[in-house]
């Protein structure tokens, strides 16, 4: 037999990052709902998007598909998070927002250009 089809390791190794991923998740909000005055206000959307990110980064090193998308979806969550820990003012969390639309623009047009995406 071939020995790609009797070691399926990589897709494993990628499903591993998930759960572990999602066991922090899980840790992290069943703390911040037990202990609640604990814990800072917008630390959860800090965990939540620095996990989104940390597993499509693995996912873009590993060579596998990896979706820019939510990369950027978990920098917005993220970016939340220390807005609310650190009261920043509203104004930086609207410049962060024009930044992020101006990247998915760019890289919106970038691949229509290249044939990618179909009017």
């Known amino acids: 037999m071939n020995k790609n089809l009797d070691n399926p ?8 990052y998930g759960y572990v991923g999602l066991a922090i998740i ?7 709902y037990l202990f609640p005055d604990t814990l800072p206000r917008g630390s959860f959307d800090i965990v939540i998007g ?6 499509e980064l693995l996912k873009a090193f590993k060579g596998s598909d990896y979706y820019f998308l ?3 979806f978990a920098a917005w969550i993220t970016f939340n998070g220390l807005e609310e820990v ?14 992020m639309g101006g990247v998915l623009l760019i890289k919106f047009l970038h691949n229509a250009v290249k044939g990618k995406y179909e009017p």
């Open 50 to 55: 620095v996990t989104l990110l940390v597993s």
């Open 26 to 32: 899980i840790l992290y909000g069943a703390a911040y």
């Open 86 to 99: 650190l009261n920043l003012d509203r104004s930086v969390g609207n410049t962060f927002l024009m930044i």
């Open 9 to 16: 390791k990589p897709k494993q190794d990628l499903r591993i």
């Open 70 to 72: 939510m990369m950027v």
